[in-house]
């Protein structure tokens, strides 16, 4: 028997690292993560290992720490003035300049969960790779508990959220979610006060399904209104029904069991492999489609169908819209809360201010999430941080060349020596 070489054994030592950790994460609470995860760390030769998981605001990254341990930075780090927060938002790995400490971001398939921190001696090449699977394994591990362990959602909130926003919130899929072909991501504020909109992206059989949804109202019957109307767009999804079929089966629950409650809303399909966009639209802003950094004025403009509740479209579904995409377009879905917010002198943020900083953030090689996140900070502003209504932005890109820009960034090893704040 040969003996192996030394690439060879350390991928097999990370191979059993980190096969033990998934072993004894298995029966793992959420305060017991921190402490297997170090102790992996450790077997790595990471030092220091610590995980931050981002807030739902993406404001600030907040320490998870195990039973009886004292968090060292209580507040954690500001996701805009941080190397952990540049780690985050970039989505690659940083190294401030005078130590080794090193920052690894945490992610779910493309979906942002947060950052893990460890002591890489000398940045070795060999402890940055096992530092980044483990990070990644971190974040599976976060997410599959998040839904039952109360710790992880703590970690996650500022504040008390109020009972629709904890509704909604129970619904909605991850906010980032993407293949080789195309890409969706959300972002969606007053994140504890959201009212009655809802957004929801999914993948099946090549096909992106998108549904943006804007309930009548900002109290628990509006978030009771979207949460029905998400249950009525999956279940038919699911099923195999059509968009005609879809928007009928939400017209129809709302005006059987939530009567006088409408919603606007706009249903769409983007086929991943011939990018053909198919969308009804019903009563909602008409969604933008962004091509070569601009937008193109009315390409997605048609006629006002009513609002679902009505009971119009359930004897007579609409005919669906359709256009041929071009490879790197942007659809941007979003509710009035955005365009219409207004600032204390009383001027709209408008769909002009709204296309424009979407595109000056992916230009400068923002993400699809930190471009939305982004987008959100500058609505606040505008507003004073006081929303006076929900405000939801849906953005779709079809990249059918491969990945595209920003999950090869995110896959870029290293960041280059940054100096620590």
């Known amino acids: 028997m040969t003996a192996r070489e030394p690439g060879a054994a350390a991928a097999h030592e990370l191979g059993a690292v980190l096969a033990?950790?998934?072993?004894?994460?298995?029966?793992?609470?959420?305060?017991?993560?921190?402490?297997?995860?170090?102790?992996?760390?450790?077997?790595?030769?990471?030092?220091?290992?610590?995980?931050?998981?981002?807030?739902?605001?993406?404001?600030?990254?907040?320490?998870?720490?195990?039973?009886?341990?004292?968090?060292?930075?209580?507040?954690g780090f500001d996701v805009d003035r941080s190397l952990a927060g540049l780690a985050y938002r970039t989505q690659r790995v940083q190294r401030a300049r005078d130590e080794d400490t090193v920052w690894f971001p945490m992610v779910d398939g493309i979906e942002r969960i947060g950052v893990m921190r460890a002591v890489v001696p000398g940045a070795d090449g060999a402890r940055l790779e096992a530092g980044r699977a483990l990070a990644s394994l971190a974040a599976l591990l976060?997410?599959?508990?998040?839904?039952?362990?109360?710790?992880?959602?703590?970690?996650?909130?500022?504040?008390?959220?109020?009972?629709?926003?904890?509704?909604?919130?129970?619904?909605?899929?991850?906010?980032?979610?993407g293949t080789g072909r195309a890409t969706s991501s959300a972002a969606l504020e007053p994140a504890y006060d959201i009212g009655g909109d809802a957004f929801d992206h999914s993948f099946a059989d090549g096909v992106l399904h998108l549904a943006l949804l804007d309930a009548m109202g900002h109290d628990l019957a509006s978030g009771g209104a979207s949460a029905a109307g998400l249950a009525a767009y999956r279940s038919t999804r699911l099923s195999g029904g059509t968009l005609p079929?879809?928007?009928?089966?939400?017209d129809r629950t709302l005006v059987r069991w939530i009567p006088e409650r409408l919603m606007t809303a706009v249903i769409a399909e983007l086929d991943t492999l011939h990018g053909d966009f198919t969308w009804i639209n019903c009563g909602h802003p008409a969604p933008l489609l962004i091509r070569d950094g601009r937008v193109l004025q009315g390409a997605l403009e048609r006629p006002a169908l009513l609002p679902l509740g009505f009971?119009?479209?359930?004897?007579?579904?609409?005919?669906?819209?359709?256009?041929?995409?071009?490879?790197?377009?942007?659809?941007?879905?979003?509710?009035?809360?955005?365009?219409?917010?207004?600032?204390?002198?009383?001027?709209?943020?408008?769909?002009?201010?709204?296309?424009?900083?979407?595109?000056?953030?992916?230009?400068?090689?923002?993400?699809?999430?930190?471009?939305?996140?982004?987008?959100?900070?500058?609505?606040?502003?505008?507003?004073?941080?006081?929303?006076?209504?929900?405000?939801?932005?849906?953005?779709a890109e079809w990249h059918p060349a491969g990945r595209s820009a920003h999950e090869g960034e995110r896959r870029t090893p290293g960041g280059g020596d940054l100096p620590q704040e």
Not at 26 to 36: N, R, T, Y
Not at 245 to 250: K, L, M
Not at 312 to 325: A, G, N, Y
């Open 20 to 75: 033990r950790v998934l072993e004894k994460s298995h029966g793992a609470s959420a305060a017991e993560l921190p402490a297997l995860i170090a102790g992996a760390g450790d077997r790595l030769g990471l030092a220091g290992t610590r995980l931050y998981l981002a807030d739902v605001q993406q404001l600030r990254l907040a320490p998870l720490a195990g039973p009886g341990r004292a968090d060292e930075e209580p507040g």
């Open 142 to 177: 976060v997410v599959s508990k998040s839904s039952h362990h109360d710790a992880l959602v703590r970690r996650e909130r500022s504040r008390p959220m109020t009972l629709q926003a904890e509704l909604l919130w129970a619904f909605l899929p991850p906010r980032t979610i």
């Open 245 to 250: 079929d879809v928007v009928a089966t939400i």
């Open 311 to 395: 009971g119009f479209h359930t004897p007579e579904p609409p005919v669906p819209q359709h256009v041929r995409l071009q490879p790197g377009d942007r659809v941007l879905i979003y509710s009035d809360g955005v365009t219409e917010a207004r600032s204390p002198d009383g001027a709209f943020f408008g769909e002009q201010r709204l296309a424009d900083t979407v595109i000056r953030a992916t230009a400068s090689g923002d993400t699809a999430p930190e471009a939305l996140r982004r987008l959100i900070q500058h609505l606040l502003t505008h507003q004073e941080q006081r929303l006076r209504d929900d405000a939801t932005i849906l953005m």
